[in-house]
């Protein structure tokens, strides 16, 4: 046993295996080593028993400490001539754990390893023991054994079941901690100590004495630590008869109903004979019983007066018009029913002719509107009071069905509606004058199906629209593209600039594609080559990316995307063209969409063109340079190549009359709805998953726009941290307002 808790010390301390213990550690390690060579001088006999013997006994003895725990067990040998013998036979020892345990807990753990040790003893020896006896010095342990183990608390119930499994067939006595030879196990002794110690060898003297009383003894259990806390259950049962069922206090109807059938299960058994009580589960007259029951309680809560008139058999003239004429009577349960007028018609059943009368005020009809709306597969509020209306009669029952329709979560989820600020004021982007696509968006449509080669044996394969689309002028810009990589986007975007320029900002949508090529257009502005390399340099293009799943933020590039789709079913329908072909069709698409008016038609009978976004592609340079105002410079003294920029200025002149005084009204959102506050709970909607898969999160915080009205928000789910449009944001705020 030293050298276990030595171990266990060590073991504690953390030490490697080249570091040096701490002195009080080898102090006790150099004092076991030296008492080793007592070993010599202990002589073990192995027969315990004696010659003659006439009766076998097998005497165990536990004890416990603050380090150790363990167990020793002695063969008591009775001779022919009562001659007394006794031997110690094996012992275990174990060491208390680290954690901080009480001694009786303790104990309980020397009294398990020594039920253990018995049970190795009778399975390895093939003799009999004519008595077995347990030795404690412990007197709760001893009370422990000798109750009932439910009443134990869990640590204590557990060992105290396995020992008295162990020991069925034994008898646990006390005996004085001083003749406890199991003493010695806990108290760590030394070999040179342990070698003259007769108690140890030869067990206590007074097992020696040919006479010892085994009489039972008595224990005290009343007083006993580690018991479980016993619950006292006070019913108070009130002659008011409406004020001892607490409803409020449920929120499930099924769940109501268990509990008034097993009060009156209670009832019912207290009143009866054994024999004549209900066990086991509900049958379906008790869970009736126990619903009409709580129907009674929740009239009696919610009309009182009229319970009192109808008992007593008085008018109910001076009550409520709404309940006067229902001709409402008490039936032989004491419920009260609605008389009506369909008394002579036999296809309905009793409940149907006079259904109870229950409040739509009260807490139970609350629960059973629930309760049916779930039943009916969450039923809208005519359906739901349709379907209650064949037993039951709730007084303002339209009300509270759109009640509890209008709270169902379910149902919430799948009717869920977003937020439609009001529409936002045109961005800078858009009102400053410049070159075409200067400010532009870009977008993909498609896949549209195109040949792999021409003549037999080609196979369809899919390809993509890239659109460009200019803020200021809308002119438009597509290009075929033969899939959704960021390289075939950077070919496009390549293609797009050699031929229109290079542009200041691109906005797009949150597209993986478009997220990729931020990653790597740094690449791209390195394989420009001369003039347009020192100024791509200079003045990066700027990528501007709107919130994930707002695509109505792109308004301006989804437009011209229905425009081309619109030509294209119609011009190529279900033929299939190879790439040169089509590009071919989309180019003239191009065309056609960029020679559409800008403005209403102008009512002047000399104005025979409208203004186009052609009148801004045509006849300028890529690196034409910035031009002063011409307008007050007669033509006379301005150059061929100043009159061809004079007329382009006149372009700019004409867009900022006509075509910007067009986007100052609103086509849609012209009013303001309410706006989202922090910690508001909403549901994200997802295009591509049910109502009832939207995740549900958290507002944590909102971005607004320069107008001061916020559109996009940051919402915390259960995993993860989200950014999205109002678009896509269904609030429950009336949701959680109830619950509150």
Not at 82 to 103: E, F
Not at 121 to 127: G, H, K, T, V, Y
Not at 166 to 184: F, I, K, Q, Y
Not at 477 to 505: C, M, N, Q, T
């Amino acid at each position: 046993m030293i050298a276990k808790v030595l171990l266990q010390r060590l073991w504690l301390l953390k030490l490697g295996w080249d570091e040096q213990v701490p002195r009080d550690i080898a102090q006790i390690w150099i004092r076991f080593v030296d008492n080793l060579i007592n070993l010599q001088n202990i002589r073990i006999p192995r027969y315990v028993a004696s010659d003659n013997p006439d009766r076998l006994e097998l005497h165990i003895f536990t004890d416990s400490s603050l380090t150790a725990y363990g167990a020793c067990a002695y063969v008591r040998t009775i001779n022919t001539d009562n001659s007394v013998s006794v031997r110690l036979l094996c012992a275990k020892g174990k060491v208390a754990p680290t954690k901080p345990i009480s001694i009786p807990r303790l104990e309980l753990c020397g009294a398990l390893v020594g039920a253990r040790l018995y049970s190795k003893i009778i399975n390895s020896l093939r003799s009999s023991f004519d008595r077995v006896v347990f030795w404690t010095d412990s007197t709760i342990v001893l009370g422990w054994l000798h109750m009932s183990p439910n009443l134990l608390k869990t640590f204590v119930q557990n060992r105290t079941v396995e020992i008295q499994e162990l020991t069925s067939t034994a008898s646990w006595r006390h005996v004085r901690g001083e003749h406890n030879p199991a003493d010695l196990i806990t108290r760590s002794r030394n070999l040179d100590d342990l070698w003259g110690t007769a108690m140890w060898w030869d067990g206590p003297q007074f097992l020696h004495d040919i006479n010892i009383d085994f009489n039972s003894e008595s224990y005290n259990t009343s007083n006993l630590p580690e018991l479980k806390s016993v619950a006292t259950v006070t019913l108070t049962v009130s002659q008011d008869a409406g004020v001892w069922f607490p409803f409020q206090r449920f929120s499930q109807f099924n769940r109501m109903k268990r509990t008034m059938a097993y009060l009156l299960r209670f009832v019912y058994n207290a009143r009866n004979k054994p024999s004549e009580r209900h066990t086991g589960a509900f049958d379906v007259s008790e869970i009736n019983e126990a619903e009409l029951s709580l129907a009674r309680l929740s009239q009696y809560e919610s009309y009182r007066d009229v319970y009192d008139c109808l008992s007593k058999k008085q008018s109910l003239k001076n009550m409520h018009a709404s309940l006067t004429k229902l001709n409402l009577f008490l039936d032989e349960s004491n419920l009260i029913r609605v008389g009506g007028r369909l008394e002579n018609y036999s296809e309905f059943n009793f409940n149907k002719k006079h259904p109870i009368l229950i409040s739509g005020r009260h807490h139970f009809a609350l629960l059973l509107f629930r309760y049916e709306h779930r039943r009916l597969l969450h039923a809208p509020p005519q359906a739901l009071v349709f379907a209650l209306r064949d037993s039951w009669w709730p007084v303002r029952a339209r009300d509270l069905a759109r009640k509890v329709v209008h709270e169902c979560v379910t149902c919430r989820r799948m009717r869920g509606q977003t937020l439609t600020p009001i529409m936002g004021n045109l961005p800078r982007e858009r009102l400053q004058p410049g070159y075409p696509f200067l400010y532009c968006g870009v977008d993909y449509a498609g896949p549209v199906l195109i040949l792999n080669r021409k003549g037999r044996g080609a196979k369809s394969i899919k390809s993509y629209i890239c659109l460009f689309v200019c803020f200021v002028t809308r002119a438009v810009h597509l290009e075929l593209v033969s899939d959704l990589s960021s390289d075939a986007y950077l070919l496009s975007l390549k293609r797009f600039i050699s031929r229109r320029g290079k542009p200041a900002e691109i906005f797009s949508d949150n597209g993986k594609n478009f997220v990729g090529l931020m990653n790597d257009f740094s690449k791209f502005l390195s394989s420009i080559s001369g003039e347009i390399k020192d100024y791509a340099l200079s003045q990066n293009i700027k990528f501007r990316m709107n919130p994930p799943y707002a695509s109505h933020f792109g308004g301006l590039w989804e437009a011209g995307v229905k425009s081309c789709k619109y030509h294209l079913r119609r011009t190529v329908g279900n033929a299939r063209l190879t790439f040169e072909e089509l590009s071919t069709v989309l180019t003239q698409i191009e065309a056609v969409l960029n020679s559409r008016p800008l403005s209403p038609m102008s009512s002047d009978p000399h104005d025979l063109l409208p203004l186009s976004p052609a009148h801004f592609l045509v006849g300028r340079p890529l690196t034409s340079p910035v031009f002063a105002d011409l307008h007050d410079i007669p033509d006379h003294r301005l150059t061929r190549y100043q009159r061809i920029e004079k007329i382009r200025q006149h372009f700019w002149t004409r867009w900022s009359r006509e075509y910007v005084s067009e986007l100052q009204s609103r086509s849609k959102w012209r009013f303001q709805t309410d706006d989202l506050k922090e910690n508001t709970l909403v549901i994200i909607k997802e295009d591509n998953l049910p109502p009832l898969k939207w995740c549900l999160g958290r507002i944590i915080k909102t971005y607004p726009g320069k107008d001061g009205v916020s559109r996009v928000a940051e919402i915390k789910t259960a995993t993860t941290t989200v950014r999205r449009a109002f678009s896509k944001i269904c609030p429950l705020l009336e949701i959680e307002a109830s619950s509150s």
